[in-house]
């Protein structure tokens, strides 16, 4: 398996513009996570997904900022409009439940967002 | 509660000896203890985890030692080697659980010199 691709890996804009990270979770996963890493505020999740639907969006910052999965095999972060305070490594993981046990989460390799 | 606290920020070592990072955290809902290891430009990866059931686990020369009463969890790497220097995440989460979140330790840069 390829693994968990997010795209882009870099992306810099200006401020005010919109933003859409992507991400292909492994196949068979259920469930996916994103995460935002900073210096100074390590690894936050963002917002997770079971079978495609958001459980938890309680660590999404503000109202700029969305996520949705259409479908099994495709996750989108967006931010709109985008802020300098925004910039930060953006993380996409996957990983399977596992009955009595908790699955592995399986990172990408990150959106590395820079906003000027 | 669901605060995982990690010490240190970072650490030098030298080449062949014990580097060790420490984890506490409050919530004893928390039983499942997993390690990640993060290399420039990449994401975390899973190194190796622990359930409280028991105080050690070895895996190689990377090592996690559990103190259930004192809520609070370390990881020593014997005999580093330069390739270990990395960032390196404690984490802890509910084994079973519904939720599959886990709460993250705020990373240790480890260097291992030459």
């Known amino acids: 398996d390829a693994g968990v691709i997010q795209s882009p890996r870099h992306e810099v804009t200006e401020m005010g513009q919109e933003v859409t990270l992507r991400c292909k979770p492994i196949s068979g996963h259920d469930y996916l996570f994103w995460y935002r890493q900073t210096m100074m505020r390590g690894l936050e999740l963002l917002i997770y997904?079971?079978?495609?639907?958001?459980?938890?969006d309680s660590g999404m910052p503000e109202d700029r900022f969305s996520a949705k999965m259409p479908n099994a095999s495709f996750s989108t972060l967006k931010i709109q409009p985008s802020e300098p305070r925004d910039s930060a490594v953006y993380f996409c993981?996957?990983?399977?439940?596992?009955?009595?046990?908790?699955?592995?989460?399986?990172f990408g390799e990150g959106s590395r967002l820079t906003v000027l | 509660q669901q605060q995982v606290k990690q010490s240190p920020q970072s650490l030098i070592v030298q080449k062949g000896g014990i580097s060790i990072i420490n984890c506490a955290y409050e919530?004893?809902?928390?039983?499942?203890f997993p390690w990640y290891q993060q290399f420039p430009g990449k994401g975390p990866a899973l190194l190796i985890a622990?359930?409280?059931?028991?105080s050690e686990k070895k895996e190689g020369r990377f090592t996690i030692s559990f103190n259930k009463s004192a809520k609070q969890f370390s990881l020593h790497i014997m005999d580093s080697q330069p390739g270990d220097s990395a960032t390196y995440f404690c984490?802890?989460?509910?084994?079973?659980?519904?939720?599959?979140?886990?709460?993250f330790g705020s990373g240790t840069q480890l260097t291992v010199l030459p």
């Open positions: 997904f079971n079978n495609n639907v958001p459980i938890d």
């Open positions: 622990i359930r409280p059931d028991v």
């Open positions: 919530n004893t809902a928390f039983d499942y």
């Open positions: 984490a802890a989460g509910v084994f079973g659980g519904s939720a599959r979140q886990l709460t």
């Open positions: 993981a996957s990983s399977l439940f596992l009955a009595g046990g908790v699955g592995e989460l399986f």
